[in-house]
């Protein structure tokens, strides 16, 4: 263990533990359509079966996991093959409304403790979500 040391404010230097880990990175998306609740619900599961590549309940809420945590670590959010497997979860909601339905997605990071997140980290969630985004608007128009 080092000593302590003073410091400019004249107080000793404790050993200070690793700092929390940065909350994980999220988006909300809303999006609304002429489609009714029940078929939206259809294309909202084959979209996220797709993604996750394993059976989604077809249901107007829930929530599922998909990506990797051990290929993060391994590849991070640089490389493609860690791109491509993002460990996140993603929750839905669908609402009636007078014109058809309203999905609401709530995207979230679930990479696990880290000491700290860099930029990349964030880059690559957020370039994750903006396509999830856009897959959605071209599945559901």
Not at 34 to 53: C, F, G, M, N, S
Not at 65 to 89: E, H
Not at 123 to 136: G, I, S, T
């Amino acid at each position: 263990m080092h000593p302590s040391r003073p410091t400019p404010q004249g107080k000793p230097d404790q050993m200070s533990p690793i700092p929390a880990a940065d909350p994980p990175v999220r988006r909300d998306f809303n999006f609304s359509t002429a489609v009714a609740p029940d078929k939206l619900a259809d294309r909202v599961t084959e979209l996220l079966q797709e993604l996750t590549r394993r059976p989604t309940t077809n249901a107007r809420s829930g929530s599922v996991q998909t990506g990797s945590r051990v290929a993060y670590r391994l590849f991070g959010g640089v490389m493609s093959a860690g791109k491509k497997r993002l460990p996140m979860i993603v929750r839905w909601s669908i609402t009636d409304n007078k014109a058809g339905s309203d999905l609401h997605l709530e995207m979230k990071s679930d990479e696990g403790s880290y000491a700290f997140a860099t930029k990349w980290h964030h880059q690559a969630y957020e370039q994750r979500f903006a396509q999830l985004e856009k897959d959605v608007r071209s599945r559901l128009t």
